[in-house]
Every structure is written in C-alpha cells, then in structure tokens.
C-alpha cells in the first residue's frame, strides 16, 4: 500500500480524535482587542477568489469517480499500482532559490540533508530545507513562531489548530496573499494545482482572499461510517443492505451479544450515528432563524436510542468506560462487531491486521441510514481538507511563483513519475517494485516513511490498496453507494473568525462530557438537558446572537 494512503488513514483519524473538526466551520478565535478582519467570505468574494477546477484526464482509474451532489464525488480507486509511471512537469520547476519549511511530523524525524531530501531538492530545482516539528506538540510551538513573528517560508497549519494558531488573523499579516496568482483561470499555469477540488481551496480562503495550498484533500469527506465485521455476519446470514432503521440496529444488539463469551454487538457509534435522526451536524437555519443541534427534539431522540443501547448491555463494557485505544483490537478479535470509525480505517493495514487476527476477517459498513427507516437518508459533509500549507508573506513575487511552481510538483496526481518520487523516494535508492508495487527499502523506510513534502502539497485522494484488491473493491462500492447521501451543513467550508469567548461556547465542554455520559449509560437524557439549559442560558445563548448577528446576517448559511 503506498504510503499517501497510511498517511490519508492517519488524518482521517487524527481529525475524529480532534473532535470531528473537519465536520464544522473552521474557527479561528481571535484574542481581545481590535484585528483586521478576515475568515468568513461573501458569496461574490469567495466565487472570484476560488481557482477555476480542471481535473486530470490523463489518469485512468480502474474505478471511476463517481460525482454525488455539488463538491461530493467518490474517489477514483485504484487497483493496481501504474506500471510505467508518466510525468506530469516538464523539466525542473525550481530556479535555484533557497527556502524553509515546517511540517508537522508523527514519528522520528529523518536525518538532515539525507538522500531524499537531496533528490526531491534536485528534482524541484530548489533548496527546500525541511523542518519537521512534533506533531504532537506542534499546536503549542507553531503560536511561539507567529509571536516573534518567525513563520518559516512554508508553513504547514493544520485546520484544527485554526483556534491556536489564530490562522484568520495570520492571513494576510504573516502569509502571503496568493489570489492574484491562484485565483480562476490563473491558476492553469499550474496544471495539478488546478486538479485539487474547489472544495479543498474554500478551506484555505480567509476574508475573500485566497491564502492557502490544500493537502490530502476529497470530495468525500463524512466523520465516518458504522462498521461491521462483514466476514462474520455473513457467516450467520445478515447482510448489511437488511439493516435499514435504528430498530434493526438495536435488534442486532440483542441478537449479537453474548456477554459469557465474550462478545457484544457494540463499541462506540455515537459519532457516527446520531445525525441519522435527523439532527443537525451542529446548526441548521430553520425559517430564517438559527437552531442549534442541542435544541432540537431529533438530538434527543438519538441519545435517547443510544442511552438504551447502552443501558440493555449491548456495548463493550470497555467502550462504555472510555477505552478508545484498543477498539480496533476488540474489532480484530471479534469480541465488538459493530463499530463506528473515520473512513480512514478502511485500508490495507486495517486488512493486514485484522487477517493477522482471523483469516476470514472482512471489513463491511452499514450504508447510511435514516432511523425511521423510511426518511431520506443524509450525511453531513466535512471540509474538503483539514490540512492547508502557507507562503509566508515577506516573500516576493519572484519567490512565490517559484514555490507554487514546487507545490504543482508536490500535487501530482497518484501514480505519475512526481507522485512516485514524493511519496516513495528514487527507484532502487529508497523504494524497489515488489510484485509491481513500490515497497521502501531500509533507507527509504528511515528517509522518506516519515512523511514531510506530502503536507507542503498534495493531489486529491484515492482508494488504492496494492495486494488487497478485495479492500479497494469494497471501499468504493461503499462511496458509490452512499455518495448521493451527502449533504452541505450549514456553514460548510466557512472559515469564521471568532472570539475566544465563544470558541470555548462553541466547544461546550461540560454539555459534551454529559452527553458522553449518557451514550455510556451513566446519566440520563434528562441529565443532559439540564446541562443544555444551563448552556443556553449563558455561554450557548451568547453564542447563537453571536452566530446569527456575524455569520448569519452577514455572509448566509453557506448552503
């Protein structure tokens, strides 16, 4: 499997773990004081400052995109990996300049000035010294460089730090302006650039104006999916297509658990489930008005059904007392067979370890569903991205046409002569084929495995997991199935610059850990509406005026 898509695997996750924040408005609280303004776009201001879209024509997929509703498509999925890889850039994009950048990194940093580094720098026509920061820390050192206002040249922000690093105040101060270079046809000087979906490059849009480069981006981002342990389903008779309301869920709870031996129907699904009532992600406008997901009757409906989940024994008593980290190892071991997760666990790794486990093993996902079994059934779109690389803005123009030339070799699509060298290092050096698919050496495992160019720039996603076709095929059958189910919230993709006070508002903290509470079975629906009441008399009713008098009234819902 190559390795954009251990990397897609991990962000996926990475943005569930943080809160599903790929799934709201990207916030970026401001401090107190006056600041210029930026974040939320007008309609006219985004449309003139958004790229014109020109996918790639000359990659075949073995499985077609499919296209869902506006910015919803499947990913093309790939079989196999391209034999005879074609390059994309002719000649070198680079002109000898000399840069800095920083990366988040998860893992060991790579040594300095290894061989990789030394063959991308020669292929780009660049020095392009590359920092990688602690990813782990990375939301606390990136805020120390914008202080002394030492942004290197490029600079990698990933969208759920948009509140730490007050990225809508950087735009524009300390990261350059790209409009005037990116914006409709012009960006058509650079041809894989232009492949990114528009989605994507509403993400990195602040104030009417274009500041960003995506990453890892989609046009199928959703929290994620209910999955089910396929193989051994079928090996009692159940199909997923006979799953179609909560009632059947709950009936499976019942007919699954075995809790002397062991098993039980159910981790966590909370997540993943709760909007099949017909609750808003987080906000919905309803006959002009703004209506927050803790007010509606449909919220309170799906954590009624969960509390019961619960409460009846049909969740894994480790789930219940909050034990996320081996989830995957009680899927493995099918002692849960029901399990919701980011979309990003449907991979090669995911295959190699659950086989590792049970021959038989198969992963399968319930299509989305609507809880009466007869609604329409929706999911709420995600950003296209969550992460975004900046120019820092003392750059000049010379500098930064030379870098979008670097970035358009960056985003090369999966499988060319580009994409092969950025994520697999050279042929023979730090990756050989092994039954056609590039598999790192020793020194590609310790130079290029630790991902750093990938998050300066990347093309769209795709499915494609080498040596396990059977995990491509089902994957995208899912997507094609379900892509007709996505649907914008409101504020998709708007970037809402907001004060501290109602960021923290907006998180709700002591409502979220209630709620949690309930799903696990240890408070009461009543419970939480207590803590909602109390929410909505203070920080929440704040909140929601806030919303409707800044965004609302201003700029629409984005729908």
């Given at each position: 499997?190559?390795?954009?898509?251990?990397?897609?695997?991990?962000?996926?996750?990475?943005?569930?773990?943080?809160?599903?924040?790929?799934?709201?408005?990207?916030?970026?609280?401001?401090?107190?004081?006056?600041?210029?303004?930026?974040?939320?776009?007008?309609?006219?201001?985004?449309?003139?400052?958004?790229?014109?879209?020109?996918?790639?024509?000359?990659?075949?997929?073995?499985?077609?995109?499919v296209q869902g509703g506006p910015d919803a498509a499947t990913d093309a999925a790939f079989l196999s990996y391209p034999a005879s890889p074609a390059a994309t850039v002719s000649g070198v994009p680079g002109k000898g300049g000399h840069y800095s950048a920083v990366?988040?990194?998860?893992?060991?940093?790579?040594?300095?000035?290894?061989?990789?580094?030394?063959?991308?720098?020669?292929?780009?026509?660049?020095?392009?010294?590359?920092?990688?920061?602690?990813?782990?820390?990375?939301?606390?050192?990136?805020?120390?460089?914008?202080?002394?206002?030492?942004?290197?040249?490029?600079?990698?922000?990933?969208?759920?730090?948009?509140?730490?690093?007050?990225?809508?105040?950087?735009?524009?101060?300390?990261?350059?302006?790209?409009?005037?270079?990116?914006?409709?046809?012009?960006?058509?000087?650079?041809?894989?650039?232009?492949?990114?979906?528009?989605?994507?490059?509403?993400?990195?849009?602040?104030?009417?104006?274009?500041?960003?480069?995506?990453?890892?981006?989609?046009?199928?981002?959703?929290?994620?999916?209910?999955?089910?342990?396929?193989?051994?389903?079928?090996?009692?008779?159940?199909?997923?297509?006979?799953?179609?309301?909560?009632?059947?869920?709950?009936n499976l709870g019942k007919e699954l658990t075995d809790a002397k031996r062991g098993v039980w129907a159910f981790d966590d699904v909370w997540t993943y489930l709760y909007t099949c009532w017909g609750a808003p992600l987080k906000w919905k406008v309803e006959n002009?008005?703004?209506?927050?997901?803790?007010?509606?009757?449909?919220?309170?409906?799906?954590?009624?059904?969960?509390?019961?989940?619960?409460?009846?024994?049909?969740?894994?008593?480790?789930?219940?007392?909050?034990?996320?980290?081996?989830?995957?190892?009680?899927?493995?071991?099918?002692?849960?067979?029901?399990?919701?997760?980011?979309?990003?666990?449907?991979?090669?790794?995911?295959?190699?370890?659950?086989?590792?486990?049970?021959?038989?093993?198969?992963?399968?996902?319930?299509?989305?569903?609507?809880?009466?079994?007869?609604?329409?059934?929706?999911?709420?779109?995600?950003?296209?991205?969550?992460?975004?690389?900046?120019?820092?803005?003392?750059?000049?123009?010379?500098?930064?046409?030379?870098?979008?030339?670097?970035?358009?070799?960056?985003?090369?699509?999966?499988?060319?002569?580009?994409?092969?060298?950025?994520?697999?290092?050279?042929?023979?050096?730090?990756?050989?084929?092994?039954?056609?698919?590039?598999?790192?050496?020793?020194?590609?495992?310790?130079?290029?495995?630790?991902?750093?160019?990938?998050?300066?720039?990347?093309?769209?996603?795709?499915?494609?997991?080498?040596?396990?076709?059977?995990?491509?095929?089902?994957?995208?059958?899912?997507?094609?199935?379900?892509?007709?189910?996505?649907?914008?919230?409101?504020?998709?993709?708007?970037?809402?610059?907001?004060?501290?006070?109602?960021?923290?508002?907006?998180?709700?903290?002591?409502?979220?850990?209630?709620?949690?509470?309930?799903?696990?079975?240890?408070?009461?629906?009543?419970?939480?509406?207590?803590?909602?009441?109390?929410?909505?008399?203070?920080?929440?009713?704040?909140?929601?005026?806030?919303?409707?008098?800044?965004?609302?009234?201003?700029?629409?819902?984005?729908?």
């Amino acid at each position: 499997m190559g390795t954009g898509l251990n990397r897609r695997s991990f962000l996926t996750s990475a943005a569930t773990i943080a809160g599903v924040t790929s799934m709201a408005p990207l916030l970026s609280a401001c401090g107190g004081g006056s600041h210029r303004r930026s974040g939320a776009n007008t309609k006219e201001g985004l449309r003139a400052a958004l790229p014109s879209y020109v996918p790639h024509t000359a990659f075949k997929a073995d499985i077609p995109s499919v296209q869902g509703g506006p910015d919803a498509a499947t990913d093309a999925a790939f079989l196999s990996y391209p034999a005879s890889p074609a390059a994309t850039v002719s000649g070198v994009p680079g002109k000898g300049g000399h840069y800095s950048a920083v990366t988040p990194l998860w893992g060991t940093v790579p040594p300095v000035g290894n061989s990789f580094y030394q063959a991308m720098n020669k292929a780009l026509g660049v020095d392009l010294k590359v920092k990688p920061a602690d990813g782990n820390h990375y939301d606390t050192i990136i805020p120390t460089m914008t202080a002394a206002r030492k942004l290197p040249d490029w600079i990698q922000l990933p969208t759920w730090w948009n509140p730490n690093f007050h990225t809508g105040d950087l735009a524009g101060t300390q990261l350059a302006d790209l409009t005037p270079y990116l914006s409709g046809d012009n960006i058509k000087k650079y041809p894989n650039l232009a492949a990114i979906p528009t989605g994507a490059w509403q993400v990195c849009t602040w104030g009417d104006k274009l500041y960003g480069i995506p990453s890892f981006s989609t046009k199928f981002m959703i929290a994620g999916a209910t999955y089910y342990r396929r193989d051994i389903f079928e090996s009692r008779g159940i199909t997923a297509d006979q799953v179609k309301s909560a009632d059947d869920l709950m009936n499976l709870g019942k007919e699954l658990t075995d809790a002397k031996r062991g098993v039980w129907a159910f981790d966590d699904v909370w997540t993943y489930l709760y909007t099949c009532w017909g609750a808003p992600l987080k906000w919905k406008v309803e006959n002009g008005k703004l209506v927050h997901l803790f007010e509606t009757p449909e919220f309170l409906e799906a954590l009624d059904w969960h509390h019961r989940l619960a409460t009846a024994g049909y969740v894994h008593p480790a789930a219940l007392a909050g034990d996320n980290a081996n989830a995957p190892t009680r899927f493995y071991s099918g002692k849960v067979l029901i399990q919701g997760g980011g979309t990003g666990a449907w991979n090669l790794p995911d295959h190699q370890s659950g086989v590792a486990a049970n021959e038989k093993y198969r992963r399968g996902a319930f299509n989305i569903l609507a809880a009466d079994g007869k609604s329409t059934p929706v999911v709420y779109m995600g950003a296209s991205t969550s992460m975004v690389s900046y120019l820092n803005a003392r750059l000049k123009p010379a500098q930064i046409e030379e870098l979008l030339g670097v970035a358009n070799y960056l985003a090369a699509p999966y499988g060319s002569a580009e994409y092969t060298l950025v994520n697999f290092g050279a042929e023979g050096v730090h990756h050989r084929r092994v039954n056609g698919v590039p598999t790192f050496t020793e020194e590609g495992k310790k130079d290029v495995q630790a991902q750093t160019f990938p998050f300066l720039a990347g093309p769209s996603a795709v499915i494609s997991n080498p040596g396990a076709e059977v995990v491509t095929r089902d994957y995208a059958a899912w997507q094609a199935a379900n892509v007709k189910s996505l649907t914008k919230p409101a504020f998709w993709g708007m970037n809402i610059s907001m004060p501290q006070a109602m960021a923290t508002a907006e998180a709700a903290q002591g409502v979220q850990d209630t709620i949690k509470d309930c799903y696990h079975g240890k408070k009461k629906v009543s419970d939480v509406q207590a803590a909602v009441a109390t929410w909505k008399s203070g920080p929440g009713g704040r909140l929601k005026g806030w919303m409707t008098d800044n965004v609302l009234a201003k700029y629409g819902s984005g729908q």
